[in-house]
């Protein structure tokens, strides 16, 4: 098997007739379906969720991700949506499992939904079937599968487990799926290998081929390597709030040193969504059951959780406590781009302030619903920055929306009580802001005109003179 190598545009015979069936419409499952529908592919996405499969086959999307609607618009005769996966899984010749893997109290994963899927794939195929694993799962989950699918078969067939897990981000998943920077494929037959080959032939992206273990590991450690960028840039971002130096200035300049890279050098409230703090905490508890403490994950695991609650701190300091103040919340969702609101460090503010007796007022272009259903009439959802900012003592930017970086600053200073803005995403130039007339605070930045403090090891400047200098 090689390790690294390009696909191949292969005829399109082979690989138009490949009868694939996706488990899971979530935003993997339905982005992968699409993206393979787009090249040809005809597809069978099954899901348990009846409202989720009755939505789609109305022509309507489940999830908010750009893009998505009219790439499955344009490839609507290449889909199948259905709630009946024994009959899609009986004819099947690569099942993709893309179901959720949530985290549990622990910080281990539940794989329910997965080990469901395999349990009904053993039950129902009928022809040689090979599996693929999207799904984002413990080290030796595909080894275990594929111990249980030769055991547990109820026909004579022959499965080939893959792990090929999947790198999307929410927001840009159409993209990332379609120019993917590579595909990790851990196989342990070489059928597997070209099956998975033929199958991806027509996307022409690098392969990384390896063994089912390493394929697992390659997920959680890429995405836990960026749980610990974003931990290490806000640690520092703390650090020049100390120093007044600013983290703007530091990511550039630390960001152009091509072994660094400039991505995921954004200060701010901290990660959210669906993936690194799950990722991060099921490698943790991954190793700690080999008996192994993983510190560098531990200590951004750590970083992550004080950081999200910057900016209630930071308000508190200009407003003391928060009973019966107007909180305007801007952005629910963790990231631009999504509905998702799943470990969104909003949430958890919001939560708070309810507690605290603030009177919140949120908004979100694309995740109201469910910051609705969440909180109920303990919040006001506005549609749009002007109705949540009216008559607000303070405004908390959690989400870095375009609405939110193109708004007129002129606007908080009009509608406010008090234009309080701090600034979770650093999305307004401090020296702008200062001049449209805010009280600004952001993360990791001097406020305009100067250092924001100085810590006790800085030294102290006399009348031009610096005492005890270093
Ligand atoms: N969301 C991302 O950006 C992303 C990116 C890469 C990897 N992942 C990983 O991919 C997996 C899926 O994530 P997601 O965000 O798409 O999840 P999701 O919750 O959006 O979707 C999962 C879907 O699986 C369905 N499902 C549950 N049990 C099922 C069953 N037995 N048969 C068929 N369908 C079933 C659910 O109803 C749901 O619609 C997770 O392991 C996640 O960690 C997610
Ligand atoms: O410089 C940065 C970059 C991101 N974030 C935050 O980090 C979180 C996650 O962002 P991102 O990684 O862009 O979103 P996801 O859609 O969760 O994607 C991650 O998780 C997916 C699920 O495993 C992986 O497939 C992707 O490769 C991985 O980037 C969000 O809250 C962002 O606001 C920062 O605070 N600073």
Redo the contacts with the bound molecule.
């Keep these: 098997m090689s390790t690294s190598d390009y696909g191949r545009k292969r005829s399109i015979k082979v690989w138009k007739t490949m009868n694939i069936v996706i ?8 982005v992968t379906a699409a993206c393979l529908a787009d090249k040809g592919y005809s597809v069978t996405c ?4 009846a409202e ?1 499969i009755r939505l789609l086959n109305d022509g309507a999307i489940p ?1 908010y991700e750009p893009g998505l609607e009219p790439l499955i618009e344009r490839n609507r005769a290449r889909l199948r949506f259905a709630t009946d ?1 024994k009959e899609a899984y009986r004819e099947a010749e690569v099942i993709m499992i ?5 985290p549990l109290p622990d910080g281990s ?1 539940r794989l329910d ?1 997965v080990w ?2 395999l349990r ?1 794939i053993a039950l129902t195929a009928e022809r040689d079937c090979l599996v693929a694993i ?4 413990p080290v030796g989950t595909g080894d275990e599968a594929a111990r249980f699918l030769a055991e547990h078969a109820r026909h004579r067939v022959r499965f080939d487990v893959v792990s090929n ?6 927001g840009t ?1 159409v993209r990332d799926t379609l120019q993917a920077p590579r595909i990790v494929l851990g196989v342990d037959s070489d059928r597997a290998e070209r099956v998975m080959k033929e199958l991806y032939a027509p996307f022409a992206l690098p392969y990384v081929v390896t063994d089912r273990k390493s394929a697992e590991m390659i ?1 959680y450690a890429a995405n836990v390597f960026l749980a610990l960028k974003i931990s290490y840039i806000n640690e520092i971002a703390n650090v020049c709030e100390l120093t007044g130096a600013d983290i703007e200035a530091v990511a550039e300049g630390i960001g152009m040193d091509p072994r660094i890279g400039r991505r995921f050098l954004r200060a701010g409230v901290g990660y959210g ?3 690194l703090p ?2 991060a905490n099921a490698l943790y508890a991954l190793a700690a059951s080999y008996g192994y403490s993983l510190k560098t994950v531990w200590a951004a695991i750590d970083v992550n959780e004080k950081q999200k609650w910057k900016l209630i701190d930071k308000a508190r300091s200009h407003i003391g406590d928060f009973r019966n103040q107007t909180v305007a919340v801007l952005g629910a969702a963790f990231k631009p781009g999504t509905d ?1 609101v799943r470990e969104s460090p909003a949430l958890a503010n919001i939560e708070r302030l309810i507690a605290e007796g603030a009177n919140v007022r949120v908004w979100d272009p694309a995740a109201l619903g469910h910051v609705s259903r969440r909180f109920g009439d303990a919040v006001v959802c506005c549609q749009t920055i002007e109705n949540a900012i009216r008559n607000a003592d303070v405004c908390l930017i959690f989400t870095e929306w375009p609405a939110v970086l193109q708004f007129d600053l002129g606007r908080y200073k009009a509608l406010m009580n008090t234009p309080l803005v701090v600034d979770g995403r650093n999305c307004y130039d401090v020296q702008q802001a200062a001049a449209a007339g805010l009280i600004y605070e952001s993360i990791g930045r001097p406020p305009a005109g100067g250092a924001l403090g100085v810590s006790s090891h800085a030294p102290v400047t006399t009348q031009g003179e610096t005492e005890g200098g270093r």
Excluded: H, M
């Design positions: 488990a899971g419409t979530g935003y993997v499952g339905l099954v899901d348990v969720n989720k999830i996966d893309a179901v959720g893997t949530p994963v939904d469901e899927v009904r999207k799904s984002t799962v897990p999947e790198f999307l981000s929410q998943a997920k969504g669906s993936c799950k990722d998702d």
